[in-house]
Nanobody, 124 residues
Framework: QVQLVESGGGLVQAGGSLRLSCAASGRTFSAYTMGWFRQAPGKEREFVAGIKWNDDSTNYGESVKGRFTISRDNAKNTVYLQMNSLKPEDTAVYYC?????????????????WGQGTQVTVSS
């Protein structure tokens, strides 16, 4: 079992930055591939970024490539999402997810554990 708690959301102006954190419980954090997803009102949950458990390889959704960076600190059981050049269309609830995955996955159903989400609002 893994429990995930996100933090770092808030209100920011367009062009600004935020860093989200996701703290995980459990002693096997390093075995989990981690992902960030987001969901805006009336829209489906969207893949944002993922980082693989064993080699820290990463992948990103097309809409955030070049602006967002995912990273992890296994010693702190924490995964981060650095978000730069934020746009109003980045406004959403951001969720951290974990899964025992052999490869990076973009599909929400592939991840077994989820945090409660943190709101990010970008004003124009």
């Amino acid at each position: 079992q893994v429990q995930l708690v996100e933090s770092g959301g808030g209100l920011v102006q367009a062009g600004g930055s935020l860093r989200l954190s996701c703290a995980a419980s459990g002693r096997t954090f390093s075995a989990y591939t981690m992902g960030w997803f987001r969901q805006a009102p009336g829209k489906e949950r969207e893949f944002v970024a993922g980082i693989k458990w064993n080699d820290d390889s990463t992948n990103y959704g097309e809409s955030v490539k070049g602006r967002f960076t995912i990273s992890r600190d296994n010693a702190k059981n924490t995964v981060y999402l650095q978000m730069n050049s934020l746009k109003p269309e980045d406004t959403a609830v951001y969720y951290c997810a974990a899964g025992l995955l052999a490869a990076l996955r973009r599909v929400a159903d592939d991840y077994a554990y989820w945090g409660q989400g943190t709101q990010v609002t970008v004003s124009s």
